[in-house]
């Protein structure tokens, strides 16, 4: 994320911190106590099985105000798409996807990370009624390659799958045997752009051994051609931008893209062509912009099985969550920009795994494997942002940013308490946390377990969670591991009284009262101590600061919060002399 700069040189403080402990204090509220929370369980014993992803529809009021009713979809991993219909609580078969868990070929006896993975709903679903899903499709020739594909679908109005209606957007080849770690949860963010993950699919690793990780003559043995491999999605996660008018497609080695989408900027070859240009390694620049190279669909590399994703509403901030073969270095990951995790050699906090001949550095890894179809020099081997699991088991499971939203009038959305938080899980120990975020910095400053706690959930090994469309926190038990009895969703709501009115829109400009503050062409100037904050329209913070002037602040670095073209946001700057307030256009 690109951060402030101010041209007169300022310090930038941060905003007083809540107290540590359980205690989540927000002005002129209680705080909070699990007596605030209500926990209901939808679907279950309704008959699912495996469910291993979902989302959420609303139904909302006249006004679009308001959400009246949520419905679910669900994806199984042996291929069934299912809809429960909030307002009847009953659950449906919406179609059957033909998976390779469920064929023939089916490795490890169903067993595997493979199947009908992961589900989206297009952002404007209640206009054109289209989901994504990601799955491994049947076969039954052992001698060909399996496939992973991305696919778009149509729920027809009885809400069942239109299978003829499948767009396939990227269509993957993988190895021969080898099903495990396809990856598959996805998320839409706030700009209509999809971000996907997808595991190392091939053989699995023993860290720290040494051993067929490093085959020089089977590439399905050897993690350099996946997670290492700029010119492969395999152990990553991609992110594309689905437009329908879009006719560009291509074809390589790995497989089919396109049509269907465009790619938006900022992608991990476009980022770090940036960065290696500004060091002064200019033909390594070069590499990164070349598409051969460097897929352009690439957000992230270096994963094994990054099986958890979310995106922050107005920031952009990335989390997931890093499924480590040590059952004590799980990671929960938290970026602003395009990285490199380490995967095939290093995991947790940069732990080395032995590999034949020249140790790697974390600092400037290569990638010399003849199966390498991409940059030998990679970035910096990022560790993870929170290397957890050794006392309360592993599959660390990121979930949701939450965001209050003035705007939306349910009110049993979660509370301004958490606002500016993101939620993280453990699928073995069934636990929850919520962890607070810096105001400014991409930066956790503080974690919290609920799960005995605020709001003391019933979990049954969680393996999704989302905010829902009525402000809610939805939580998908899958309950077991391929043997599940009882899966259902856990729906936390908000019951208690702080309730935030709607910020107007209409907002009077005091620039001319000057209130220690001068409009320049190019900047603010504030005097003395001041508080200055960003807001979108609905309230959402994109700034905090406390600084002591005086200080001028860039209105271009101002704007760079603004990704949306067009967007728009309130500045206001507090001093003692009164408060100015301006909108600020993109």
Not at 148 to 162: G, K, Y
């Amino acid at each position: 994320m690109k951060q402030l700069k101010p041209s007169l040189g300022i310090f930038l403080g941060l905003l007083a911190g809540a107290a540590h402990g359980q205690t989540f204090t927000y002005p002129t509220c209680s705080n909070l106590t699990t007596a605030d929370f209500s926990k209901t369980e939808l679907a279950a014993h309704k008959g699912l099985q495996e469910p291993v992803g979902f989302d959420l529809q609303a139904v909302r009021n006249a006004a679009g105000d308001s959400v009246t009713q949520v419905n679910i979809f669900f994806v199984e991993r042996m291929g069934k798409v299912k809809f429960y219909d909030g307002a009847a609580q009953t659950v449906t078969v919406a179609g059957t996807i033909p998976v390779l868990a469920n064929s023939a070929l089916k490795c490890c006896g169903g067993s595997d990370d493979n199947g009908l993975m992961g589900i989206a709903l297009d952002p404007k679903y209640s206009v054109n009624r289209w989901i994504y899903v990601w799955y491994g499709p049947e076969q039954s020739d052992a001698t060909i390659n399996p496939r992973l594909r991305l696919s778009r679908f149509t729920i027809t109005a009885q809400n069942t799958l239109d299978m003829a209606s499948e767009k396939i957007l990227i269509d993957l080849l993988t190895s021969k045997g080898e099903h495990r770690h396809a990856g598959g949860p996805m998320t839409f963010d706030a700009h209509g752009d999809l971000w996907v993950t997808l595991g190392q699919s091939g053989n699995d690793i023993n860290y720290p051994s040494t051993g067929s990780q490093w085959s020089a003559t089977d590439s399905g043995l050897n993690q350099e051609w996946g997670p290492s491999n700029t010119a492969s999605l395999r152990g990553g996660i991609f992110r594309i931008h689905p437009d329908d008018a879009s006719t560009t497609q291509r074809k390589d080695r790995t497989g089919n893209y396109g049509p269907g989408y465009t790619v938006p900027a900022g992608n991990f070859g476009e980022y770090w062509s940036a960065q290696f240009l500004a060091k002064g390694k200019t033909d390594l620049a070069a590499q990164y912009k070349d598409p051969t190279k460097v897929l352009p669909e690439v957000y992230v590399k270096g994963n094994r099985s990054p099986f958890s994703i979310s995106v922050h509403p107005t920031k952009q901030w990335l989390t997931w969550g890093e499924v480590n073969p040590p059952s004590d270095a799980d990671e929960i990951n938290f970026f602003s920009h395009p990285v490199y995790g380490g995967m095939p050699y290093f995991y947790g906090n940069n732990v080395v795994v032995s590999y034949p001949g020249t140790a790697k550095s974390a600092d400037a890894p290569t990638n010399t494997s003849s199966f390498n179809s991409g940059v030998t020099e990679l970035p910096p081997a990022e560790p993870g942002t929170m290397v957890c699991c050794k006392t309360v088991g592993n599959v660390a499971m990121t979930g949701p940013f939450y965001v209050y939203d003035h705007s939306l009038k349910n009110r049993d959305k979660l509370p301004p308490h958490l606002d500016n938080h993101f939620f993280h899980l453990s699928f073995q120990a069934n636990k929850l946390w919520v962890n607070t975020l810096d105001t400014v910095a991409v930066k956790v400053t503080r974690t919290d377990e609920l799960d005995t706690g605020l709001m003391t959930v019933a979990l049954r090994s969680p393996l999704a969670s989302r905010i829902g469309p009525d402000g809610a926190l939805y939580i998908l038990n899958y309950d077991g591991y391929y043997t599940t009895s009882n899966p259902a969703v856990e729906r936390v709501g908000y019951k208690g009284s702080c309730f935030l009115p709607l910020i107007p829109l209409s907002i009077q400009n005091t620039q001319s009262a000057n209130p220690g503050v001068r409009r320049l062409s190019r900047a603010i100037s504030v005097d003395g101590p001041h508080d200055l904050s960003l807001h979108d329209l609905q309230g959402r913070a994109l700034l905090q600061i406390h600084g002591n002037g005086p200080a001028a602040y860039s209105l271009d670095d101002l704007r760079s919060r603004l990704r949306a073209p067009g967007g728009l946001a309130i500045l206001a700057v507090r001093t003692e002399q009164g408060v100015y307030t301006e909108k600020i256009l993109r």
